[in-house]
């Protein structure tokens, strides 16, 4: 019997929840809370590779150099991309290898510094969409965003948002190196933040002041890995009709034409559950078998094809 594949999508408020100051105690105590959940997939024996946002904490990389630019020489965002995927890498990295102790399991874990493959000509780069950094209200943040410069985005009603470049992800480095890790049975974190963004210029890599979409890189990272099923832990049981209204309802399955039908009259929020169901649809169309989307607290139960949303080939 083969050794199925699971490519795992974190969501990086799943560490930095909404509501929260995002301290690092307690970023650490979200962080050992997924990491029970990422257990249930190590007690069945899969291999696994795990992705990871970052949207709060290089939000609050970029507003920390805002406020002390003229004192600390700031840093480009795709540096803050690197830093937080080395921060974040460490905080899962060390809870999983002590989940592992109490498991009594003899299993590696490494966290992998990974850039990424984009068009410096992508026309997000000059339409900023992605989300990064603390909620505010209006008024707070449109002092922030007339004195730094911000592009920002009402991301619900009264909650607004900074938002940056957000390019697609073209082609994955070190893919090679990550599977042969995974294929051997370690437990890899790679592409944090959806992986730093780089093009080549004539003859070198450049770096990028953007932020991938981790759900997109994950999705070609589970295909260049071959595996089976791609989990995106958000901070939903399920995928929704309606979200937000009063007549919202679960969706438990749909096939990729069901979603391909609903993303495209507009059933799914752009900026949120949108991407991962574009993300979800590239995942099958290759490798994949199932895409899972569901959060923290119902992994165990959707592990067990009792709740999430389940979205797979026709």
């Not at 090679?176 to 294929?183: G, R």
């Not at 770096?207 to 995106?232: C, F, N, Q, S």
Request: aromatic letters at 8%.
């Amino acid at each position: 019997m083969s050794i199925p594949t699971a490519m795992i999508a974190m969501g990086g408020n799943s560490i930095s929840p909404k509501g929260e100051a995002g301290t690092i105690q307690q970023q650490f105590s979200h962080t050992r809370e997924t990491v029970e959940g990422i257990s249930y997939f190590i007690e069945r024996g899969y291999n696994l590779c795990i992705n990871h946002g970052n949207g709060p904490q290089v939000g609050n990389e970029l507003l920390r150099m805002d406020l002390t630019y003229d004192q600390i020489p700031p840093l480009p965002l795709g540096v803050c991309v690197a830093g937080t995927q080395g921060t974040i890498g460490y905080m899962i990295q060390q809870s999983l290898q002590n989940k592992l102790r109490d498991m009594r399991l003899d299993k590696e874990v490494v966290t992998l510094i990974t850039q990424v493959l984009v068009d410096v000509n992508d026309p997000t780069m000059k339409e900023p969409t992605k989300y990064v950094g603390p909620r505010y209200p209006e008024n707070e943040i449109r002092s922030f965003a007339e004195k730094f410069g911000w592009s920002i985005k009402e991301q619900e009603p009264g909650q607004w948002r900074r938002v940056v470049p957000s390019p697609m992800p073209e082609y994955i480095m070190h893919g090679k190196s990550i599977k042969s890790l995974v294929d051997r049975g370690t437990i890899v974190i790679a592409t944090g933040g959806g992986g730093i963004p780089v093009y080549n210029n004539e003859k070198y890599l450049v770096g990028l002041d953007a932020v991938i979409d981790k759900d997109y890189t994950a999705a070609k990272l589970g295909r260049i890995l071959h595996a089976e099923e791609l989990w995106i832990i958000t901070d939903v049981e399920y995928v929704y009709r309606n979200y937000g209204q009063s007549n919202q309802s679960p969706i438990q399955s749909m096939t990729t034409s069901e979603a391909k039908t609903l993303y495209e009259n507009g059933e799914f929020q752009k900026g949120s559950i949108g991407p991962k169901i574009k993300a979800a649809m590239h995942f099958l169309k290759y490798h994949g078998k199932k895409v899972i989307i569901t959060s923290i607290p119902f992994i165990k139960d959707a592990i067990e094809g009792n709740t999430g949303t389940i979205i797979s080939n026709d």
